[in-house]
């Protein structure tokens, strides 16, 4: 009967989170344990008080620190991160002689904008076009292909 299991095995990074969230419970749990057993013998018993709230204290240090620690990790397979490496470009074009011209994007340029002197003719090039790269569409679609 146990040979029935199948080889398959769960994601990491959920069971890592998984993990992360009951350890942060139970640090939790037992560092207001901590606390509360300090302040009780606060009064009569200081050398343990002392000790429990120490121990308390490191507790939430520690949830602190696993917090702080576990959010990049969470975020880490989300797409945000792949957004980061796309580069722009602005297409201009003339409306007296059709010149067009292709530049990197620059910061202000919007579509129909007047942005800068023709160099065949004395009229004001307009930007008709913002997109992204050419070849960084193509990688992508290469990329999602070899994975499936
Ligand atoms: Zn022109």
């Known amino acids: 009967m146990a040979g029935d299991q199948g080889s398959a095995q769960p994601a990491a990074g959920m069971q890592v989170s998984w993990i992360a969230y009951a350890a942060i419970l139970i640090v939790g ?3 207001l ?5 300090g302040f ?9 008080a002392i000790i429990f709230i120490f121990l308390g204290a490191a507790g939430f240090a520690a ?7 576990g959010k990049p990790v969470a975020t880490a397979k989300d797409d945000t991160l ?8 602005t297409t201009l074009e003339c409306p007296k002689c059709q010149q067009k ?3 990197d994007f620059k ?8 942005d800068e002197p023709c160099t065949r003719c004395d009229g004001l090039m307009v ?16 990329e999602e292909s070899s994975w499936l």
């Open 63 to 69: 949830i602190g620190y696993m917090l702080f620690r």
């Open 127 to 142: 930007i008709t076009k913002i997109a992204r790269k050419k070849e960084e569409e193509d990688k992508k679609k290469k």
């Open 40 to 48: 009780i013998n606060y009064g009569d018993n200081t050398d343990i």
């Open 82 to 89: 792949t957004i980061k490496k796309v580069e722009v470009y």
């Open 33 to 37: 344990f901590s606390l509360y057993m």
């Open 107 to 114: 910061r202000g340029d919007y579509v129909f904008k007047d």
């Open 29 to 31: 749990f037992l560092s």
């Open 101 to 103: 011209r292709v530049r």
